[in-house]
């Protein structure tokens, strides 16, 4: 089938625009996915992304790492938690956070390694 409306005028790539327009994701989930890089889009949630990287470590270490208040820090772990990046559990009083899972050590190990290409 034809698309009518192709917009480009070369008829070099209409095959393959159809085959990804019939690919391409549905719109909830490239949302998702842009959320996704919004929560890791921040400098000091990097941070804490690199340090969790390395250990499991509470609000209080991370605050202390960063120079930051707890309040700021668990502003910041709320929106990784929301993102799937981050998880915790829970010792007596005390919360520990660390990777959520293996893909997002794998995604931060493949961006560090591509910024340090440049």
Same mark, same amino acid.
């Given at each position: $089938? @034809?698309?009518?409306?192709?917009?480009? /005028?070369?008829?070099? =790539?209409?095959?393959? !625009?159809?085959?990804?327009? #019939?690919? $391409?994701?549905?719109?909830?989930?490239?949302?998702?996915?842009?959320?996704?890089?919004?929560?890791?889009?921040? /400098?000091?949630?990097? #941070?804490?992304?690199?340090?969790?990287?390395?250990?499991?470590?509470? !609000?209080?270490?991370?605050?202390?790492?960063?120079? $930051?208040?707890?309040?700021?820090? /668990?502003? #910041?772990?709320?929106?990784?938690?929301?993102?799937?990046?981050?998880?915790?559990?829970?010792?007596?009083?005390?919360?520990?956070?660390?990777?959520?899972?293996? =893909? !997002? =050590? @794998?995604?931060?190990?493949?961006?560090?390694? =591509?910024?340090?290409?440049?």
């Amino acid at each position: $089938m @034809e698309n009518v409306n192709h917009k480009c /005028s070369c008829d070099a =790539h209409r095959g393959i !625009v159809g085959e990804i327009k #019939q690919a $391409m994701p549905e719109a909830p989930l490239l949302y998702d996915l842009a959320d996704f890089f919004k929560a890791i889009g921040d /400098s000091t949630r990097i #941070q804490i992304l690199w340090a969790l990287e390395k250990s499991e470590l509470c !609000v209080g270490d991370l605050a202390d790492l960063l120079n $930051m208040t707890t309040s700021a820090v /668990s502003h #910041q772990l709320k929106t990784l938690r929301t993102a799937k990046l981050i998880r915790f559990r829970k010792e007596g009083k005390n919360v520990y956070y660390s990777l959520d899972d293996a =893909h !997002v =050590h @794998e995604i931060l190990s493949t961006a560090f390694a =591509h910024v340090k290409e440049r």
